[in-house]
């Protein structure tokens, strides 16, 4: 079912990028956007793990406890083993990147080694390999580039609004702005319920892969715990989605926003699930 909805999602995501073409710049207009979008978007993508792994100092390792899980995890499942880092963050908190199962890196902070057991830890790696297999983040450089484009769009629409460039003599400029405004609104919550599904998935198959979804479940509420006390410093909005909790403290509105799902929910679903 997550599959489904993020094909859903995805098709929605396109429909509101046509949509606001049609509306703010013609197909000549929308293709430039997409282009322009697709061009930032696919760099990040391409150049995702030696990018993020840079900006949060990483060190790769290939021995010591995290790499052993890692190793056991590709083995049992006959995965293509990635590269392993260490971040030196105290928070503890895990990412996935890399643009295909042979450009993979996974990284876990310190601080999640000093409060996780061996089996949680396996749950929290086999969360992050499943991101891995399913390659989500080209899912995710997929719906950014369509939302990217949108707010593109929704900016060349407010300048032409305001200075009266373009346009019909009868289009109104107070309901172009509106629309410059709601729509690329409507295409981030689109883009926060991809991840969202995607999470919910990489949760359902990193169970899968260690074999038992109470070790992800212990896992999430103590990091979940530990990210509300002591929030990761200098993270990053742009690679926030990337780790297994959001290390950024986000409540009330801008919660819609999350590009994680609640970790309740979360738990109460792996907990639901019986030993694979």
């Known amino acids: 079912m ?3 909805r993020t094909v859903l999602l995805m098709t929605l995501l396109t429909v509101v990028l046509v949509a606001a073409g049609g509306i703010f710049g013609g197909q000549t207009g929308a ?3 997409l282009v322009f ?5 696919l760099g990040s993508y391409w150049f995702s793990d030696k990018i993020v792994i840079k900006m949060y100092r990483g060190r790769e390792i290939t021995s010591g406890v995290l790499h052993e899980v890692v190793s056991e995890l590709c083995q049992r499942n006959n995965l293509t083993m990635p590269k392993v880092y260490i971040i030196p963050q105290s928070t503890p908190n895990a990412f996935a990147t890399g643009r295909n199962p042979q450009h993979a890196v996974v990284a876990a902070t310190e601080g999640i080694l000093q409060i996780l057991s061996r089996e949680e830890l396996m749950g929290v ?9 399913h390659r989500d983040i080209l899912i995710g450089s997929v719906a950014a ?3 990217g484009a949108v707010t593109y769009l929704a900016h060349m629409a ?5 200075f009266g460039i373009g346009g019909d003599d009868d289009d109104n400029p107070v309901a172009l702005i509106a629309m410059a405004i709601l729509a690329p609104i409507a295409a981030v919550l689109v883009q926060t319920a991809v991840s969202r599904s995607r999470e919910y998935e990489a949760d359902k198959g990193g169970a899968k ?3 038992n979804p109470h070790y992800l479940a212990s ?14 410093p200098k993270a990053s909005e742009a690679t926030a989605h990337m780790f297994i909790v959001n290390p950024l403290s986000g409540k009330g509105v801008t919660s819609l926003f999350s590009t994680h799902p609640p970790v309740e929910e979360r738990i109460r679903r792996l907990e639901s699930m019986t030993v694979i």
């Open 125 to 133: 790696m086999a969360h992050e390999m499943s991101h891995v297999r």
């Open 2 to 4: 997550n599959t489904v």
């Open 219 to 232: 896992a999430l509420q103590k990091l979940e715990m530990a990210n509300r006390q002591r929030p990761m």
């Open 31 to 33: 293709l430039l956007a």
């Open 158 to 162: 407010q300048w032409a609004a305001i």
């Open 37 to 41: 979008a697709g061009v930032m978007n």
């Open 209 to 211: 892969l260690c074999g």
């Open 145 to 147: 580039t369509i939302a």
